[in-house]
């Protein structure tokens, strides 16, 4: 996989946009997250599979978007 314009796909996002990986997942390190990012602590790659309820304050937040 090739480097993304990721502020490019953020500036023409329709929706709220809320970008978060989790702490030991090799497939997105943190490091290449931009500042503000979620990381997910004590997880790998599968945050729903693993602890589906870490994700329910992101959830909310988008509510509150």
């Known amino acids: ?6 502020d490019g796909l953020l500036a ?3 929706a709220p946009v809320i970008l978060a990986a989790d702490e030991h997942d090799p497939m997105c390190p943190a490091e290449r997250l931009p500042d503000g990012a979620v990381i997910l602590p004590g997880l790998g790659h599968n945050a ?3 602890d589906p309820a870490a994700l329910d304050p992101l959830l909310s937040r988008l509510r509150g978007a």
Do not use: F, I, P, S
């Not at 996989?1 to 990721?6: F, Q, S």
């Open 48 to 50: 729903h599979v693993e």
């Open 12 to 14: 023409t996002a329709r």
């Open 1 to 6: 996989m090739g480097a993304r314009d990721l």
